[in-house]
């Protein structure tokens, strides 16, 4: 559902310290998949979900989860269905 936001690719290679740096060089470069990923304040937003090696982000420090050990970033947006 975000791949079409970010001209197809499926993954990246960004070197960043956290996972807000990381949003910030994805928006950079594709400004409408950002908007799909933060709010208007620059929080994340609550349908979308980032792992930091199978960690939610959430459970650890938000945004400033730190990746300096980590190997991988996921951004999963919630399903839901009726």
């Not at 937003?45 to 400033?64: I, K, T």
């Not at 999963?76 to 009726?82: D, K, L, Q």
């Given at each position: 559902?975000?791949?079409?936001?970010a001209?197809?690719?499926?993954t990246?290679?960004?070197?960043?310290?956290?996972?807000?740096?990381?949003?910030?060089?994805?928006?950079a470069?594709?400004p409408?998949l950002?908007?799909?990923l933060?709010?208007?304040?620059?929080?994340l937003?609550?349908?979308?979900?980032?792992?930091?090696?199978?960690?939610?982000?959430?459970?650890?420090?938000?945004?400033?989860t730190?990746?300096?050990d980590?190997?991988?970033?996921?951004i999963?947006?919630?399903?839901?269905?009726?």
């Open positions: 559902m975000l791949r079409p936001l001209g197809g690719a499926g990246f290679e960004v070197d960043a310290p956290t996972i807000s740096a990381v949003l910030d060089a994805l928006g470069e594709f409408a950002e908007r799909r933060r709010n208007e304040t620059g929080a937003r609550r349908y979308v979900n980032f792992y930091v090696d199978g960690e939610e982000c959430r459970r650890l420090d938000g945004a400033e730190s990746l300096t980590a190997k991988e970033v996921q999963i947006p919630s399903v839901a269905g009726g």
